[in-house]
């Protein structure tokens, strides 16, 4: 059984920074396309940031120069360094990943989430 486990995130002031970390275990083969993603309150859940297994990235417009996301093949992990917060990115972070198990095929999966809120 595949599990994504995100850690970090937690309350912090305007312009501070926080982390996050999401840790994939199992039977694992391999790992593609991971991927953070938010959802705050009210709203819908929106893409932050992915990460090729070649360590390709790509951000959304509103984290871009902020945001950080970076992965550890050996490791299964993949990680989200976010600078200069701002309240609009209150929100529960979510890690995302294609993930091909022993005995499986190529399945997505999702972590169970991670509270970030930026308050003074």
């Not at 937690?10 to 396309?33: E, Y």
């Not at 976010?82 to 997505?108: F, H, I």
């Amino acid at each position: 059984q595949v599990q994504l486990v995100e850690s970090g995130g937690g309350l912090v002031q305007p312009g501070g920074s926080l982390s996050a970390t999401c840790v994939a275990s199992g039977s694992i083969l391999s790992i593609g396309l991971m991927a953070w993603y938010r959802r705050a309150p009210g709203k819908e859940r929106e893409l932050v940031a992915s990460v090729t297994s070649g360590h390709s990235t790509t951000y959304a417009n509103s984290v871009k120069g902020r945001f950080t996301i970076s992965r550890e093949n050996a490791k299964n992990t993949m990680y989200l360094r976010m600078n200069s917060l701002k309240p609009e990115d209150t929100a529960v972070y979510y890690c995302n990943g294609d993930v091909l198990s022993a005995g499986q095929l190529w399945r997505n999966y999702w972590g169970q989430g991670t509270q970030v809120t930026v308050s003074s």
